[in-house]
């Protein structure tokens, strides 16, 4: 299967700390996104990675792709309450396939 | 206005009857999609159109059915409902210029099968 895997499935912190999430896939990728999706609403694109790239930011938000290790990892620095969502990864080129997820809370 | 608007936003309906969940842009992307998302099953794509003429199969079409009645509009249709339709429904558009591009997501449509 395309679908990448997130990991952790969940992930609590406090606010102000750095949250990082991993996605992992099985398949040879041209591109990969990562998505937020706040409670039961629509996802919103964050940051789309080529294949050629290994690192963009986007504000808080780092992402780095490792295609020999067929990795991707979403890092969100300074974290605020507002994030609290659930954010995917999705792979591929011109229809994608989604991952099934990281939920994270941050506290207050 | 929304760029990607799903109607209706919430449906509960009774087993074996047909529903029809609509979507349309105002982006102008040529790319439209239709996903269920179930509890722990992340997003799986049910079909998507590249343009008015194009119509494909995704990952889980049985039991679904599409119509893109113009560039703007495409629907999803459930011919005869069961309760494992019972998800939510998210329609979503991509440019196909020299990408690539990220989707743009509608709200989702809560489909209930009961």
């Known amino acids: 299967s395309q679908q990448g895997e997130e990991d952790p499935q969940a992930l609590s912190i406090q606010e102000g700390e750095n949250a990082t999430m991993n996605c992992s896939y099985k398949t040879s990728i041209n591109n990969l996104q990562w998505y937020r999706q706040n409670s039961g609403r629509g996802l919103v694109h964050l940051i789309l990675?080529?294949?050629?790239?290994r690192e963009k930011h986007s504000g808080r938000l780092r992402v780095t792709l490792d295609t020999s290790k067929k990795s991707s990892s979403l890092l969100i620095t300074a974290s605020r309450a507002a994030d609290t969502a659930s954010y995917f990864c999705a792979i591929g080129t011109y229809k994608y396939i989604f991952g099934t997820g990281t939920r994270l809370k941050v506290l207050a | 206005d929304a760029d990607v608007t799903q109607t209706p936003r919430n449906r509960i309906t009774k087993t074996g009857k047909r529903i029809m969940l609509e979507c349309s842009q105002t982006?102008?992307?040529?790319?439209m999609y239709w996903y269920r998302q179930d509890p722990g099953l992340g997003l799986r794509l049910i079909y998507y159109?590249?343009?008015?003429?194009?119509?494909n199969k995704g990952e889980i079409s049985d039991g679904y059915s599409v119509s893109r009645q113009a560039q703007a509009k495409f629907s999803l249709s459930l011919e005869s409902a069961i309760p494992n339709q019972t998800a939510l429904y998210f329609c979503?558009?991509?440019?196909?210029?020299?990408?690539?591009?990220?989707?743009?997501f509608g709200s989702g449509t809560r489909l209930t099968v009961v």
């Open positions: 982006k102008g992307h040529d790319r």
């Open positions: 159109s590249f343009d008015v003429k194009d119509i």
């Open positions: 990675i080529r294949s050629n790239e």
């Open positions: 979503a558009t991509s440019d196909s210029g020299t990408g690539p591009y990220g989707y743009t």
